[in-house]
């Protein structure tokens, strides 16, 4: 024999021809290779608590972009009017 055939007739693992799986040529092996993990969430919450879930800010202003402008118009003027000191307002005696 050859040595590279007795290298390959130690070896626990054969490729099988023509078919790129593994083959298991030990009788003491039992199961093939295990599979890699997909996915883990491992250390990720404590990373995500580390310096704290904020909650996200809210904006003072509102967008008025694709209202009705019927409305926006009216809210105008009812802005513009709002804080008159004179008392001209819509105020019943």
């Given at each position: 024999?050859?040595?590279r055939e007795?290298l390959?007739?130690n070896?626990?693992?054969d490729?099988?021809p023509?078919?790129?799986?593994i083959v298991?040529?030990?009788?003491?092996?039992?199961?093939?290779?295990?599979?890699?993990?997909n996915?883990?969430?491992?250390?990720?919450?404590?990373?995500?608590?580390?310096?704290?879930?904020k909650?996200?800010?809210?904006?003072?202003?509102?967008?008025?972009?694709?209202?009705?402008?019927?409305?926006?118009?009216n809210?105008?003027?009812a802005?513009?009017?709002n804080?008159?000191?004179?008392?001209?307002g819509?105020?019943?005696e």
């Open positions: 024999m050859e040595e007795i390959a007739s070896w626990a693992f490729w099988a023509n078919k790129g799986n298991i040529s030990d009788p003491y092996i039992v199961a093939a290779m295990a599979k890699s993990k996915h883990t969430a491992h250390n990720q919450s404590y990373k995500a608590h580390k310096n704290g879930i909650k996200p800010r809210r904006h003072s202003k509102t967008s008025t972009k694709g209202m009705d402008p019927k409305f926006l118009r809210q105008r003027y802005r513009k009017h804080n008159q000191k004179d008392g001209s819509s105020e019943q």
